[in-house]
């Protein structure tokens, strides 16, 4: 059983949070740009077309424009045309209000059939701007691609939020709670525990935050993969099958499948009898016995099984490289409760120690020992409840 940290192998500052500001702003920033251009200003433009008014044009030329590129050909409609507006002539290219090219030649060639040089059709022009006309405006399937960018804008923004908290969290602890002799070991239990009354526990993540946070991961991972997956039908949809492309992608799309099935897994855990703990003293000290009280409130005949479980867990931080490692060890595993009694688990109770030639809480800016409650409620038929609790673990005789 160690009695210090693991090493002082990292060297290095506090935890970048404005590094991660600055990483999750470029996603918010970027996603929201080409949002904008993909689809706000497109769709402005089409409500705007709503009340432009309508002329006969006259079409020069019309073809269905080939963009080879390395995964697949895409293709665009180009359609150029003359009209005539307020005593004036214009000339125009413009076709609809989305100008980027995608796959499926055959729908585009339909389009293109009804526009044949020298046939005169409907357009409709801006009468603010007469030099501003459209042939079609119709929405198409391709519209919905321009919500591709709200993958980055959500991930942007929830990644800039948790940034921001992490840094006022962090600001907050340094205000309230300085090392100093209170707290040489560096964890100051909170104000309830350093009183030595009892203390309801909360978990380190809710099953709440947890979804979110899953949520956003997936919708990032997928995201992404998305991209080369269309890549890839297009290319197949076009005549030229990439099989290597398929069998790469095959990986990274069982881990988006598995990332969803997680993320349902988790909605499904926000439905399980919600646990309270009540830890008297709300701070342990070695060698001292304390009290845990628990109580299920919801259907707690479903929970078959609960598992209570102290652990203590070190950890150190070092840098190998330009890269930053976590090692992590578990020193201590102490069983609280392993209970399957209905009125047990439902409202129940138990004493326990830390012995007192273990180690206590420490944290320092690499290295750190964490002790927590480790809670498993088994739920037959039904994703379990696993949470923990970290608590704090001061020195024998400590005040």
Known sequence: MPTQPLSNRRSGSQQPTGCLLLFFSLFFFAGCFVFYVALLRPAREYLASRSWQ??????????VAEHPDSDGDTYSIEVVYTYSFGGRGYRSDRFGFLKAS??????????????????????WVDPLHPEQAVLDRELSWEW?????????????????????????EAKARAAAFPLASAAPFGVEPPAAAAAGGPLELRPDL???????????????????????????VKTWRAGQPNGCMAVFLIPFV?????MVLGTLRQFLVLFNPRLRLTLDPGALRLGETAYLRWSLAGRASRVRRLSIVLQGREEAQYRRGTDTHTDREIFATLTVTDTGEPFTIANGSASFGVPADSV???????????WS????????????SEEEYEVVVRPAGAF
Not at 254 to 258: E, R, T
């Open 54 to 63: 309508e002329t006969t044009c006259t079409v020069l030329e019309s073809r």
């Open 102 to 123: 995608s796959s499926g030649y055959d729908g585009k060639a339909r389009k293109v059939a009804r526009y044949p040089p020298g046939s005169r059709v409907p357009c």
């Open 144 to 168: 919905l691609l321009g919500l591709l960018p709200l993958v980055f804008i959500v991930v942007g923004g929830g990644g800039m939020a948790w940034a921001v908290r992490l840094r006022r």
């Open 206 to 232: 809710s099953p709440g935050g947890k979804l979110v946070g899953l949520i956003f991961l997936s919708l990032f991972w997928n995201g992404i993969v998305s991209v080369f997956v269309f890549q890839l």
């Open 254 to 258: 069982l881990v988006g499948v598995a």
């Open 360 to 370: 206590p809480s420490f944290k320092a800016d690499h290295n750190k020992i964490v």
């Open 373 to 384: 409650l480790k809670v498993t409620c088994d739920i037959p038929g039904w994703p379990d």
